[in-house]
C-alpha cells in the first residue's frame, strides 16, 4: 500500500505537508490552518482501515484532504469508497482541489456541511476517522458508534493533546461496552474503539 503510492497522490501529499508546516511556523491563524494530521499517523490509519471489516469509510473534519488522501490509499487497496464531510466553504474548496489533483475522485465522495446533520441518514459504517472541532466529538462519537458494523472502527485523532477538552468522551468511550477502545499515543494520540 505504501510501497507504489501514485505519483500524483505524493505531490499532493508533500504540496499540503509543506503548507501546513509552513502555516504553523508563520503564525496563519489557527482556522486558517490546515491542521492535517503528521504523516505517520496518516500511515497508522491506512493500516487500520485496511483492517477495517467490509462497508464504508466515513472521515469528519476533511480540511484540504491529507488524512483523506491516506484513507483513500486504503480504499483503493480494498475496494471501498469513502464520505468525508468538511464544514468550512474555504477548506471544501480545497479538498476539492486535493481529489481531483490527486486523482482520488473515484474513491472519495465530498461532503460540504456539519457532518452531524447528514449522520443521521447514514447506514453502516465500517471504518470512521473523526478530526473535527473537538466541541462535537461527543456528538459525533454518539452518532457514529451505533452505525459500525461489528468489528467496525473509529479512530479519533488529538486525544492527547486535547485531553483535557477530550476526557468525558474519552472516560465515555472506555466505559462504554459497545466498543472496545484505548487512547494510541501516536502523534497527537488517537483514541481507537472497535465495535463488539
Ligand atoms: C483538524 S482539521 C482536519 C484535518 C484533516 N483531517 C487532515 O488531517 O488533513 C478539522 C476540520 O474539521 C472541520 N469541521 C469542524 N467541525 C465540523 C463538522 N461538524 N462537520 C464537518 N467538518 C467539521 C473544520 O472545518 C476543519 O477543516
Redesign the pocket.
Known amino acids: 500500500m505504501f510501497h507504489n503510492i501514485p505519483q500524483p497522490i505524493q505531490t499532493r501529499m508533500r504540496f499540503?505537508e509543506e503548507i501546513d508546516a509552513r502555516d504553523r511556523l508563520d503564525g496563519t491563524p489557527r482556522m486558517q490552518r490546515?491542521?492535517?494530521?503528521p504523516s505517520q499517523t496518516?500511515k497508522f490509519l491506512a493500516l487500520l482501515a485496511a483492517a477495517a471489516p467490509p462497508g464504508q469509510f466515513v472521515?469528519?473534519?476533511?480540511?484540504?484532504?491529507?488524512?483523506?488522501l491516506w484513507l483513500a490509499l486504503a480504499a483503493r487497496h480494498l475496494g471501498r469508497r469513502i464520505t468525508t464531510?468538511?464544514?468550512?466553504p474555504e477548506?471544501l474548496a480545497l479538498a476539492r482541489e486535493t481529489y481531483a489533483a490527486a486523482g482520488v475522485e473515484d474513491v472519495v465522495g465530498l461532503v460540504g456541511?456539519?457532518?452531524?446533520e447528514h449522520l443521521p441518514r447514514f447506514g453502516e459504517i465500517a471504518f470512521c476517522?473523526l478530526?473535527?472541532?473537538k466541541e462535537?466529538y461527543a456528538d459525533?462519537y454518539e452518532l457514529v458508534v451505533p452505525r459500525l458494523v461489528p468489528g467496525g472502527l473509529l479512530a479519533a485523532?488529538n486525544a492527547i493533546n486535547h485531553r483535557q477538552t477530550l476526557q468525558p468522551l474519552l472516560d465515555r468511550s472506555l466505559q462504554d461496552t459497545r466498543v472496545a477502545a484505548l487512547v494510541v499515543p501516536i502523534d497527537n494520540g488517537v483514541l481507537l474503539c472497535r465495535k463488539n
Open positions: 499540503l490546515l491542521r492535517q494530521v496518516g472521515e469528519i473534519g476533511a480540511s484540504a484532504g491529507y488524512s483523506t464531510f468538511e464544514v468550512l477548506k456541511g456539519d457532518a452531524r476517522f478530526d473535527a472541532e462535537v459525533c485523532d
